[in-house]
């Protein structure tokens, strides 16, 4: 008998093979497991990994709504813009013949380079070679650089590349014409904006500027862990289209594709198609704001009209200004300089600050009668000066105007008259009525960039800001609206609204007002009586009858009230001035309100309200006037 042929010998082999048979089975069952693990219990996870592997996302930005002004002219809209682009998807047989030719032509010089550097090196070299077909076409000779290149390929490879922007008409027709229909290079059109007035309130209207559009995750279709690439669109930078970008922003779009391991683009499997903005109707007059910006002309200064009614803005002007077509669809560097030398970018309208002059002379007769200080018949003589504290303080009339009540006072604006009841009621009440005529803040139109610097001094500011105590002089100052008062001419034509209305502020709008929505004016009744009021009212008629404001209704049919100012201001240590000019009409029953303000640029500018800028409000009075010959009757 074998040996091998033993009992033993069996029962070891059978042993062995069942343990074969154990872990065969033990393993079969492990790799059951694990199968189940990842094709059911893991198959989310797998397959939220594959997607994001495999799929990208393409932001598209939806074009911005339109503004216009109230009777329904294009302020700003988009006007199409063509540019030539590569698809760099398309060109990665090309980049990989390149770099291979270059990597046998480096090894053919004995030479070595690092394997990054010759792809980006035959990356630039097709691209290069695209872009010289382009130049041949249209007789240029423009250039890409790799890091151009290189930024694009490594973070928006399935975007397409703009190698030649905002063609001509002449270049699109070329390019269209000569380009093979199936040339990597390929016409695209997108949206900038586009300003049919080009200068017209420039700064009001405002411009845009490049970036990544903000959109909500919640109604972007595919995984929020997408890796997703975004089309730049355009973000309000200035004025209204800031102010109101909110509005203007269209819902984006998107575009989910299937891409290789490489990252090239398959197909695309999803679509949603952008959405417009929402177009924004504003309460500028074109027709009035053109007359206002003529007026003004080369003039540095301010324009400000408004609906006393409504509190509608019907013009808001400020020089200098610029073209916003020459911002878009991007400022360039030499635009860009030119208009900050020419201090353009200043909106001085809401941001230029200034003391108002005699134009605050009303804001002291009200202190003057809600303090018991003044009755509107009183009589002050004014023999051309007034001695404050050892100093003289001069009346324009250096002649004096002699015995002088209210009303001539305003209307030949009487400087002595207002330092005597200045000084009678206090700087408290004069800085306290200012406040109550809303000059220590902002008049919450709608333009983010409205100053919030203006001041309405007291004794606690000027120690504050001086470490100085207030003087006799200070107040006689601040009675004629001089000294340390800083306002803006918005809140010089709000507070020329509120006089006309009889309220204490109003507050502007630069939107369009539904009369079945009425904006809200805000404001009190000015605290005094109707016939003090009346009174100020009168003063303010006279002023353009036949006193220092009377350019204003020179060629108005309609009865103005108004008001002269001029102030003086310090450029490079030299004395300059501020010329002002307020009004409303029909003086019976206002409708508008205007404020000019044109400001010294130079040291000695010989500028007077009367004859500077009432001439500039007439200008707009009679636009408006024009527009509504139903006033003249009043």
């Known amino acids: 008998m074998n040996k ?16 074969l048979v154990g872990v065969f089975i033990t393993l079969l069952v492990i790799l059951l497991v694990g199968l189940y693990r ?4 893991q198959h989310d996870d797998m397959s939220e990994s594959l997607e994001k592997q495999n799929l990208r996302r393409i932001v598209i930005p939806g074009p911005r709504g339109d503004i216009y002004d109230r009777d329904g002219r294009l302020l700003v809209g988009n006007r199409p813009i063509f540019s030539a682009v590569l698809y760099l998807n398309e060109l990665r047989r090309e980049f990989q013949k390149e770099y291979l030719s270059e990597v046998r032509e480096y090894r053919a010089q004995g030479l070595s380079k690092n394997r990054d550097e010759v792809a980006a090196d035959s990356r630039k070299v097709v691209v290069q070679r695209y872009l010289d077909k382009i130049n041949a076409i249209l ?9 151009t290149i290189e930024k694009h390929f490594n973070k928006e490879l399935l975007l397409p590349m703009v190698v030649k922007d905002d063609l001509k ?9 000569q380009l093979p229909v199936k040339s990597p290079i390929q016409i695209v059109v997108e949206s900038a904006r586009y300003y049919p007035y080009g200068n017209l309130a420039s700064h009001t209207l405002g411009f845009v500027v490049s970036s990544e559009q903000a959109y909500d995750e919640s109604e972007i279709i ?31 779009g998107v575009e989910i594709w299937i891409v290789d391991p490489s990252g090239y683009q398959h197909r695309r499997i999803d679509f949603k198609a952008p959405v417009k903005g929402e177009d924004v109707v504003t309460s500028l007059d074109a027709d009035i704001q053109q007359a206002a910006e003529k007026a003004l002309g080369a003039k540095t200064g301010a324009v400000v009209a408004m609906d006393v009614k ?3 803005v019907l013009a808001i002007a400020s020089e200098p200004d610029f073209n916003l077509n020459d911002l878009s669809p991007f400022i360039p560097t030499k635009v860009y300089n030119d208009i900050r030398d020419r201090g353009a970018w200043i909106n001085r309208a809401v941001q230029g600050l200034y003391p108002p002059g005699s134009t605050f002379k009303m804001v002291t007769a009200v202190a003057g009668f809600m303090q018991g200080k003044l009755t509107d018949t009183e009589t002050i003589n004014c023999p051309g000066y007034l001695e404050i504290g050892g100093r003289k303080f001069y009346c324009d009339e250096r002649e004096g105007h002699g015995d002088i009540q209210l009303r001539r006072a305003i209307g030949e604006s009487c400087n002595v008259f207002f330092f005597t009841i200045g000084l009678r009621t206090g700087i408290d009440a004069l800085s306290s009525t200012a406040r109550m005529f809303g000059f220590d803040k902002p008049t919450g139109v709608e333009l983010d960039n409205e100053t919030r610097r ?15 105590a207030w003087f006799g002089g200070d107040t006689a100052n601040v009675s004629i609206g001089q000294g340390y008062l800083l306002v803006t001419p918005l809140q010089m034509c709000a507070y020329t609204a509120s006089l006309a209305r009889g309220m204490t502020t109003t507050m502007p709008t630069l939107l369009k007002v539904d009369p079945r929505h009425p904006h809200d004016l805000g404001g009190q009744p000015i605290p005094i009586r109707a016939d003090q009021y009346q009174a100020i009212m009168d003063g303010m008629r006279e002023c353009c009858a036949a006193g220092t404001g009377r350019l204003a209704q020179k060629k108005v049919d309609m009865p103005v009230s108004g008001k002269t100012g001029t102030a003086q201001i310090m450029i490079n240590g030299t004395e300059s001035t501020i010329a002002w000019f307020i009004c409303f009409a029909p003086s019976d029953d206002p409708h508008i309100a205007v404020a000019v303000m044109i400001e010294g640029t130079e040291p000695g500018d010989n500028l007077f309200g009367g004859s500077t800028s009432a001439p500039i409000a007439r200008e707009v009075l009679q636009a408006w006037e024009n527009k509504h010959p139903e006033a003249k009757t009043q």
Do not use: H
């Not at 990842?38 to 219990?41: A, D, N, T």
């Not at 203006?454 to 100085?468: A, L, Q």
């Open 4 to 19: 091998d042929d033993s009992p033993d010998s069996f029962v070891a082999v059978r042993t062995r093979m069942f343990i």
């Open 38 to 41: 990842v094709q059911i219990l």
């Open 139 to 147: 007789g240029t000779n423009d250039t890409i650089d790799s890091k």
């Open 169 to 177: 008409s002449e270049q699109y027709a070329r390019l269209i014409e």
């Open 222 to 252: 595919g995984s929020d862990e997408l890796r997703t690439f975004k089309v730049k669109g355009k973000t309000g930078r200035t004025g209204l289209e800031l102010s109101m970008d909110n509005r203007l922003q269209g819902t984006p």
């Open 310 to 312: 409504t509190g509608e």
């Open 454 to 468: 203006t001041v309405v001094p007291d004794p606690d500011f000027k120690k504050r800001r001086f470490k100085e």
